[in-house]
């Protein structure tokens, strides 16, 4: 998992996290990924805070880039923190105002696994490193 982290004023951060989840859709499409994005919530709520889960939901706090087929695997997610945060560790703006955040989460082994055609073997984790020849 590649995460990246957005910091600082709220239109910035909103919309450079669209411009990423963009770029990880095109590519992932390029790749024969085909897939949408979902709203989503964080399985750590569930089920002692239901209601920060359906919260995180309604607001579209959280989306996942969930493949098309039978699984609905999520590859990649985008979460908006607004100020929370920036309120909980106090980190301010050159205005005082708290930072906005937001985070993108990109699952490398998950690419890696969709991406495999059909019937091909996962590699063997024993040969990391080596060359592989065929």
Not at 45 to 53: C, E, V
Not at 66 to 78: E, F, H, M, W
Not at 116 to 132: H, Y
Request: aromatic share 6%.
């Amino acid at each position: 998992m590649r995460e990246i982290v957005l910091l600082g004023p709220a239109r910035w951060v909103l919309e450079t996290a669209d411009v990423i989840a963009h770029a990880i859709e095109s590519l992932a499409r390029e790749l024969g990924l085909d897939g949408e994005w979902r709203a989503a919530t964080d399985p750590f709520f569930l089920p002692a805070a239901r209601g920060k889960a359906a919260l995180q939901r309604l607001t579209g706090a959280k989306h996942e880039y969930q493949l098309r087929g039978d699984t609905a695997l999520a590859i990649a997610s985008v979460n908006r923190h607004g100020t929370f945060f920036g309120r909980r560790f106090q980190i301010t703006a050159a205005d005082g105002e708290p930072i906005h955040s937001a985070c993108i989460a990109v699952g490398l082994d998950r690419w890696s696994h969709a991406a495999r055609p059909a019937g091909e073997e996962e590699p063997d984790a024993s040969q990391a490193g080596q060359e592989v020849r065929r």
